[in-house]
Each structure stands twice: as structure tokens, then as C-alpha cells.
């Protein structure tokens, strides 16, 4: 699991691009199935179970509503008054709800994986103050809304009962604060060299390979969608499932691109419980 | 050689107020040297003046030198690579929100390439031993490990002179303690110049060489720590911040090499005598009780389904008139009982009983969090008799300043004086020596006894035994989300071994009835 959150600025973030890119271009309810179910699995995987019961809720709530809109589509399944449902209206819904929730899903897990620390890593690269901005208001801000409750509860406490008063007081005591920082800022040398950006990962042998890997399948998967695979239509018949070259190469690109991640944890799991077994006997 | 000097040098700040008048002295490298005074004598203005680009603005005249250049003609990347500073309060000096990342700020700064930051980051880490909250954020560390960042991050910068002014006033005891540990290890094992101003001297005296007492401006002693006893006269305000054992050296009219620790205090003839000479009597037993202004009856309380209780099966009774003082170390629920006393907390389970129409004032850690106005006057004028309160708390002078241009020990007067206009029944402090100088905490205990004096309940949480231990009626010790002992101070400091005052560490199997040197003594 650790690996994972470890990993490469670089890596992660091509990795999002591509897998969240296609998720949202693509209507192949075959990449979107492999989408979703990549999604759920790395949710399941970093704990957040309950989250993935939203995502079937999602599709089914999407399939369910879209014929009510929609009345395009041949195969018409039973009138509604006198209006059509159809089927492939349904199909439509439930694939448009399969998209939303891989989405959502991956969304998730970049919350978790990509942390506060990667997205400094790429601001810095690319304009070190810009690093140094986001850095600073990830704690400013969770800092000013502690503040004015401690402020909104001591005065409450004195009788002062006027959330605007603790406001405001909070923007001026901080204002204050943001006064001595400014001075640790200058003493610590702010301004008088070209800054650098210090980032804890490093792009090293293992890391390349890694990236490699990531550009290697998102290129093919975008390559087989570019040359016509994937193409997916609806209305007003559904097309059935391609079998052309492209459409494989994109099912089985994509399909390893969303277990990847699934992959790292698993294994490192394994080998995180064989340490474990090896533990229990040294200590018979 | 010297690293500081200043021949004749004065400096008045803009609007006219003379901060330093012609002081001279002469810093030789590698020395450890501690500035005191009592708040606005000047200290903080004569630290900022040597670093380059924190100098305030206004008026200078005389000379100060850094290694030999005019200080103002150091130039500001010299100024930041080689003059450290650590500033007063551990929280808005931090720039960034991760550990790592504020400990490479200034390397970055100085544009140091990725791998040189790496190597220092990782030495700075481990020296300072920060190795395990290094991923952090640095909001969940403690004050205490927020200042040790802060001069972590001066210090990877590899700087040959340390400015630090007051950084351990808002800290505890404990943390206090180990930052000037940190600190003097830089200064043995480095060479680095460490030039400190701080109100806190017990400890830091005694690693001192060389000690500057500054008052108005001018530098009224400047010798060896020893000597102080020769330098200072016996009565002057300035000799209540010093360690116990040079007072009470001081005490019995001493003129040599003065006592500076504990122990050397507890071996030196005439210390002995002085300290077997006093006498003191303390009322025994607990004290009558008067009327429960609020009760608060086995509470539990915890902030989250996944965290510890803080408190835990605690019980307390507030009565009127007395001062009821509660100690205890960081972390151990001081601050959390006091605000289930004012209401601010519902307990779990247990109850919190406030006598019918009673008016409860709660002074928090930062005084600042009760004011509003933008002057002292503004924050008391709403009130009948506030001219005589202003008077009381010394303030009338201060009406037309801002209250966060005050000192500490301002605000915490002016903090007073607006919860005092409202003849408040019971009065709640959370550690209100925080940031104040020992003038000012000399004062504040003589306003505490006349506010129960004149029939109100004090409670107050606090880390200072000194504090207690001359102006409180009961002393409780809150441990572990639980009050372990309760008694009146003289029981209680004599009874505790470690947790007690400095002057009863002194005393103990010398003079068993000494617990503090101001009252009784």
C-alpha cells in the first residue's frame, strides 16, 4: 500500500490523466466496465468499502432515469402513457451512471494516493513560488477556520454572541500573524536568491520504469481509441460490441492500465505477509 | 574575534520612543549570551537591529557591527545564510504545511540544488530529532516541537550567529526545557554565536556565559552570570526573573560568585544560611468551605469516537473566594476542564452544575480571542466604572493603542479588565503567565487574590508552580484526565517531588516550611 502512496509525482498524475481521460471520452460499456471495476477494486483495496456500494447505486439510479428523458431508440420495451421507453435508452443511462461512477471512483483514490505533497511537486517544477503558494494555503486555511471557531467560542464564552464580530476579529489577528511570517519568510532568506524547489520524490531507476509503463499502456489505449476503437453507438440501434483490432487492443490496454495500481498493493500485500510469516517462525 | 559589536548606539522608532540609548558592547564568537529586561526595555529591538532585514525602521545613531561590516551593509543573502533568528511565537513563524517542507524552506530560499537540501533536510531531522514527524503536517505537532522546527529550519542554513527572541515564553516547562537543550548543544557542539532574550531564566543562566540586563534602553548589567549578584542591586524588579537560588544568594546581601542552578544553590554556605533563616507559615488542612459556585461532578469527556477521553472521572468544586489552581503537564486536560467549567464543553457523562444566575468569565490561552474593538478604550467604554478598571489594571496610559500592539502582559491586563467590568462571579484562566514577563506575573497574582478577595471564584490552569504556589488557595494536579492530589499549596509542593516550585527544590530538608520566596518567605 505504501508503494502506491509513494509513488512518483510524475507517474501518478499521467496515470490519472489518461485513466480519468478516458473514462470520460469513451461510451464502450466494455472499457467503462473495466473502468469501474478497476476503480472498486483500488477502493476496496485502500479501505474505503462503503464508498463502493455508490457506485452500482449510481448506475442503476442513472439507468433507471434516463428513459424517463430520453425516448430515442428502436426497441421500444412499453409505453409509459404515450410515451416510449426503450431499451436503449436504458443501456444508455446505465453506461452514462457506469462513467460517472469510475470517475467519481478514481477521483477518490487520487485523494488518497495523490497527495498534497505531489501536487507541490508539480507546481514547483513549474514555477517554484507557485509551489511555495499552494503550500502555504494548505495550512492557512484549515488554520483560519480553527482559529475563528476558537475565537467564535471564547467570545461566545464572554457573552459576545456575534459570529461576524469573531470573524472579523479572526481576519485581523491573522493579518497580524501573517505579519511575523512575513518577517520568518525574509529571515530565512525569502527573495534574495533564485529559489529552488525541494520535493521528497525522486525520479530514479525504478520510478522511470514505473512511468514507462504507465505512457506505454495509456498511449496504446488512446492510440486503439483514436484509430476507431471503442466506438460505440446507441441510437437508434445498439451497435453490439466491436471486434476489430483497435477495439482489443484498447480493451485489453485499458483493462491492465485500471488494475495496475490494484496490482501493486496485492503484491505488496503478499510480500508484506510472507515477512510476517517469516516472523512468526523465528519466534518458534 | 567579535561576531557583534556596537559602540554608542541609540535607535528611536518613528513616532519618537527612544528604544535603545547608547549602548556598547562587544560579542565574541562562540559565545552563549543571554539579553534580559523587563518587556519594552528594548531586547527585541536590539536582536532585530543585528539581522539585516528584519531591522525596524527609524532612527539610528553609533555603530553596530556584524564581523567587522556595518550591519545594515551586510548583504541580505549573507544576512540570511549566517544570522538565524527564531521569533517568539511557534505558530506564525512556520511557512508551509508539511514538516519537510518547512525544514527546506530556507535552503530553498537561498536556492541550494535538490540534492544538497535533501542531505541537510535529512542531518537537521535527525540531529533535532524530528525523524517522526517529518511526513507531518505541521499542524498536528505540539508547540514545543513547532519551535524545535523553527530553529531546525534556521539552523540548516548553517548559521554562525543564533537570534532568538523569547522563544520559549508560550511554550510549557518540559518543552521549554529541551529547546534550550537544542539550543545550547548548537552552541557547544558548533561554535554557533547564540545570542537568546527571554524571560525564563532559571535554566538558562546557568548555560549562559555572559548575561545582559537591559532596562530603558540601556544596558544596566553586562557580565558574567555569576556576577550578577555584584552588578544588580538586591531590590531591583529584575531580580524576580532570576534563577532561585541568585536571589536568594541576593537575599542575604551575597557579593561573589553567585549560585546559579538548584543544586549549587543547595551547597553554597550562604544560601543555606538564608534559606534556614526564613520563616513562613502556612495554614494547614483544607480550607473552609464557602458557597459552590458551580460543581462539576465525575466528568468524562472526549473530543471523537476514535480518540482517547481527556477527561475522566474528574470532580472539582469552584467555591467563592477561593483560588483554585490546577496544574498537570501538556496534554493532561487542563484546558478541557476549564472549558466544561465555563460551558463551552458538555461532558459525556457527568454533570456541570452552575449556581442560578452566576456570571462566568473565561480568559482563554490568547487573550486576543476576547477582543473585538479596535482600542483599548473601545473594548472597555460600554461599561459603568471602566475609568477606575483601566486605572486598576494600569491601562489608561494604553486607551488609544490597538490591543495587538500591546505586550503580553498588557493584553492580559486589558483581558481582565473587560471581564472584570462585568462583575463576573467566577473568573476561568487558561494559562495566563503565558508570554508574560516575571514583573508582570508578580502583579497578575496580586490581582487574582484581590479579584477573590472581593468575593469571586478564580480557577485557573497553569504550568507555573512559582504562580501557584504564592497566590492559589488549592492546588490540584490533573494527570492522565484525572485530579491525583488536591491541598492547600504548602501541602501540595512539599508533598510533590518533581512537581513543585524551584524555591521548595531549594529548601527541601533545609528549611521544610519554604515553598516560594514572595509569599511567607
Same mark, same amino acid.
Not at chain 1, 518577517?183 to 525504478?206: E, F, I, K
Not at chain 1, 483490432?245 to 496485492?266: E, K, R, T
Not at chain 2, 565574541?28 to 536590539?46: D, I
Given at each position: ?284 | ?210 548575561? !545582559?540586563? !537591559? ?62 533563616? !526564613? ?39 469552584? !467555591? ?202
Amino acid at each position: 500500500m505504501r508503494s502506491l502512496e509513494r509513488a512518483h509525482p510524475l507517474c501518478c498524475f499521467v496515470y490519472l490523466a489518461a485513466v480519468l481521460g478516458i473514462t470520460i471520452f469513451t461510451r464502450d460499456p466494455i472499457a467503462l466496465a473495466e473502468s469501474a471495476v478497476g476503480a472498486a477494486l483500488l477502493l476496496i483495496l485502500s479501505g474505503n468499502i462503503r464508498i463502493v456500494i455508490w457506485l452500482p447505486v449510481v448506475t442503476v439510479v442513472s439507468a433507471v432515469t434516463n428513459p424517463v428523458f430520453v425516448h430515442r431508440g428502436d426497441t421500444v420495451l412499453f409505453f409509459a402513457g404515450d410515451l416510449p421507453v426503450t431499451a436503449e435508452a436504458v443501456l444508455y443511462g446505465a453506461v452514462f451512471g457506469l462513467m460517472i461512477s469510475a470517475a467519481a471512483g478514481w477521483s477518490i483514490n487520487a485523494v488518497k494516493y495523490i497527495t498534497t505533497d505531489k501536487y507541490i511537486w508539480l507546481f514547483g517544477r513549474m514555477l517554484p513560488v507557485s509551489g511555495l503558494v499552494l503550500s502555504c494555503g494548505l495550512r492557512l486555511v484549515p488554520l483560519f477556520i480553527r482559529r475563528t471557531r476558537d475565537f467564535s467560542a471564547s467570545q461566545g464564552a464572554v457573552g459576545i454572541r456575534d459570529t461576524l464580530k469573531a470573524f472579523s476579529a479572526s481576519v485581523g489577528y491573522s493579518a497580524e500573524e501573517a505579519m511575523t511570517s512575513a518577517d520568518s519568510m525574509r529571515a530565512r532568506g525569502y527573495g534574495t536568491a533564485r529559489r529552488t524547489s525541494y520535493s521528497l520524490y525522486r525520479l530514479g531507476g525504478r520510478e522511470t520504469v514505473q512511468l514507462l509503463a504507465v505512457v506505454l499502456v495509456s498511449v496504446s489505449a488512446v492510440s486503439a481509441m483514436i484509430c476507431g476503437g471503442g466506438a460505440f453507438e446507441f441510437y437508434p440501434a445498439v451497435s453490439g460490441v466491436g471486434l476489430s483490432a483497435a477495439d482489443m487492443l484498447l480493451y485489453i490496454a485499458f483493462g491492465i492500465m485500471c488494475v495496475m495500481p490494484s496490482c501493486v498493493i496485492l503484491h505488496e500485500n503478499i510480500k508484506r505477509s510472507r515477512i510476517g510469516c517469516y516472523d512468526q517462525g523465528a519466534l518458534k | 574575534m567579535s561576531i557583534v559589536s556596537a559602540k554608542e548606539l541609540s535607535f528611536s522608532y518613528p513616532d519618537g520612543r527612544k528604544a535603545l540609548d547608547k549602548i556598547s558592547f562587544d560579542i565574541p564568537e562562540g559565545s552563549f549570551v543571554t539579553v534580559c529586561g523587563v518587556s519594552g526595555c528594548g531586547k527585541s529591538t536590539l536582536l532585530r537591529l543585528m539581522k539585516q532585514g528584519l531591522a525596524p525602521h527609524g532612527k539610528i545613531s553609533g555603530v553596530l557591527q556584524y564581523c567587522g561590516t556595518d550591519s545594515s551593509l551586510v548583504p541580505l543573502e549573507d544576512a540570511a545564510r549566517d544570522i538565524g533568528f527564531v521569533m517568539q511565537d511557534p505558530e506564525s513563524q512556520i511557512v508551509t504545511d508539511k514538516v519537510w517542507h518547512e525544514l527546506a524552506f530556507s535552503l530553498e530560499s537561498v536556492g541550494l540544488p535538490s540534492d544538497e537540501i535533501r542531505r541537510r533536510v535529512g542531518e537537521m531531522a535527525s540531529y533535532f530529532g524530528l525523524e517522526n514527524v517529518f511526513e507531518r503536517d505541521v499542524a498536528s505537532l505540539s508547540g514545543g516541537q513547532k519551535q524545535l522546527l523553527n530553529l531546525a529550519s534556521a539552523a540548516a542554513l548553517h548559521p554562525k550567529l543564533l537570534l532568538l527572541d523569547e522563544p520559549t515564553s508560550q511554550l510549557d516547562p518540559i518543552a521549554a526545557n529541551s529547546f534550550i537543550d537544542a539550543v545550547s548543544r548548537l552552541n557547544r557542539d558548533f561554535g554557533v554565536t547564540i545570542i537568546i532574550a527571554e524571560h525564563r531564566l532559571e535554566e538558562l543562566l546557568y548555560i549562559s556565559d555572559r548575561v !545582559m540586563v !537591559m532596562e530603558h534602553g540601556r544596558i544596566i548589567a553586562d557580565c558574567s552570570p555569576r556576577e550578577i549578584c555584584t552588578k544588580l542591586p538586591k531590590d531591583h524588579e529584575m531580580m524576580s526573573a532570576m534563577p532561585v537560588s541568585v536571589r536568594v544568594y541576593s537575599m542575604g546581601g551575597g557579593n561573589g560568585n553567585c549560585p546559579l542552578s538548584v543544586r549549587e544553590g543547595r551547597t553554597d554556605e550562604l544560601c543555606r544560611r538564608v534559606v534556614e533563616g !526564613m520563616k513562613a507559615d502556612h495554614p494547614l488542612g483544607l480550607p473552609e468551605t464557602s458557597e459552590v459556585l458551580i460543581s462539576a461532578h465525575r466528568l468524562w469527556v472526549s473530543y471523537g469516537r476514535n480518540t482517547p477521553d481527556v477527561l475522566k472521572d474528574t470532580s472539582l468544586e469552584v !467555591m467563592r473566594g477561593r483560588i483554585y489552581a490546577v496544574l498537570g503537564g501538556n496534554g493532561s486536560g487542563k484546558t478541557t476542564l476549564l472549558k466544561c467549567l465555563a460551558g463551552m464543553i458538555k461532558p459525556l457523562s457527568g454533570s456541570v452544575k452552575q449556581k442560578k444566575n452566576i456570571v462566568c468569565a473565561y480568559l482563554p490561552q490568547n487573550p486576543c480571542e476576547i477582543f473585538t474593538e479596535d482600542t483599548v478604550k473601545e473594548e472597555l467604554f460600554r461599561f459603568s466604572g471602566w475609568e477606575d478598571m483601566a486605572e486598576r489594571f494600569a491601562l489608561t496610559g494604553l486607551l488609544d493603542s490597538h490591543p495587538y500592539d500591546l505586550s503580553g502582559g498588557e493584553r492580559q491586563r486589558l483581558a481582565l479588565a473587560k471581564l472584570l467590568l462585568k462583575n463576573p462571579d467566577v473568573l476561568l484562566l487558561d494559562e495566563p503567565t503565558k508570554g508574560i514577563d516575571a514583573c508582570a506575573k508578580t502583579k497578575l497574582g496580586g490581582y487574582l487574590k484581590s479579584i477573590a478577595d472581593s468575593g469571586a471564584a478564580v480557577v485557573l490552569v497553569t504550568h507555573d508552580t512559582e504562580l501557584a504556589a504564592g497566590c492559589a488557595d488549592i492546588c490540584g494536579l490533573l494527570f492522565n484526565g484525572e485530579i491525583v492530589s488536591e491541598g492547600r499549596p504548602y501541602g501540595f509542593f512539599s508533598e510533590n517531588y518533581f512537581y513543585t516550585t524551584p524555591a521548595r527544590r531549594l529548601a527541601k530538608g533545609i528549611n521544610d516550611n519554604i515553598i516560594t520566596l514572595d509569599i511567607g518567605g
